[in-house]
């Protein structure tokens, strides 16, 4: 069984920062391109950026500049470094992972169950 688990969301004021976490446990052998998305009340969700193994990354242009995703191969983990946050980035963010299950060669997709984030004064 392969489980995504996201942490670190909260209330934060306009201007601040929040670092949310992605961990991947379970039968795992490999952990392909990760991602984060969000989903505002209201609204479909949205790609928010994505990181490959390697450490290439992409970022939505409404997130550029602001947001950052790193992650640590060895530890199964994906970080989001959120600053200068805005009201419209408030919603639940959600951890997305391309993963193959030990024994198997098939790739799957998996989902977290996602953390909130709200931003308001």
């Known amino acids: 069984q392969v489980q995504l688990l996201e942490s670190g969301g909260g209330l934060v004021q306009p201007g601040g920062s929040l670092r949310l976490s992605c961990t991947a446990s379970?039968?795992?052998?490999?952990?392909?391109?990760m991602a984060w998305y969000r989903q505002a009340p209201g609204k479909e969700r949205e790609l928010v950026g994505t990181?490959?193994?390697?450490?290439?990354?992409y970022y939505t242009d409404s997130v550029k500049g602001r947001f950052t995703i790193s992650r640590d191969n060895a530890k199964g983990k994906m970080y989001l470094e959120m600053n200068s946050l805005k009201p419209e980035d408030t919603g639940v963010y959600y951890c997305?992972?391309?993963?193959?299950?030990?024994?198997?060669?098939?790739?799957?997709?998996?989902w977290g169950q996602g953390t909130q984030v709200t931003v308001s004064s």
């Open positions: 997305n992972a391309g993963i193959r299950r030990s024994g198997t060669l098939r790739r799957d997709g998996y």
């Open positions: 379970g039968s795992i052998a490999s952990v392909y391109t």
């Open positions: 990181i490959t193994r390697a450490g290439n990354t």
